[in-house]
């Protein structure tokens, strides 16, 4: 059964920092890019973040671009999101997403863990 549990999500003052992770069972995660999503009240779901299966390469959205990091540790089959200089508009629910591309798409999402950036 396909797992995706997030966890390290909270309140955190502006300029604040926060480490997401999530964890992966069910499928062979090194096969998978893995990619953080937000979405904000009242707004679509928008794409933060993504590494490749290996790590070697990563993206940002540029609302984030030396803010946040994104890594991987294959071996624990886990997926982080280091946020620093956090800022209100951060505000969101933060979702893993699992993909791969064989054929088909095989895509699965974590239930999501909420950030909330206020003082």
């Known amino acids: 059964q396909v797992q995706l549990v997030e966890s390290g999500g909270g309140l955190v003052q502006p300029g604040g920092s926060l480490r997401l992770s999530c964890a992966a069972s069910?499928?062979?995660?090194?096969?998978?890019?893995m990619s953080w999503y937000r979405q904000a009240p009242g707004k679509e779901r928008e794409l933060v973040a993504v590494?490749?299966?290996?790590?070697?390469?990563?993206n940002y959205a540029d609302s984030v671009k030396g803010r946040f990091t994104i890594s991987r540790d294959n071996a624990k089959n886990t997926v982080y999101l280091q946020m620093s200089s956090l800022k209100p508009e951060d505000t969101a629910v933060y979702y893993c997403?699992?993909?791969?591309?064989?054929?088909?798409?095989?895509?699965?999402w974590g239930q999501g863990t909420q950030v909330t950036v206020s003082s």
């Open positions: 590494i490749t299966g290996a790590g070697t390469s990563t």
């Open positions: 069910g499928f062979t995660f090194s096969s998978y890019v």
């Open positions: 997403n699992a993909e791969r591309t064989r054929g088909k798409t095989y895509t699965y």
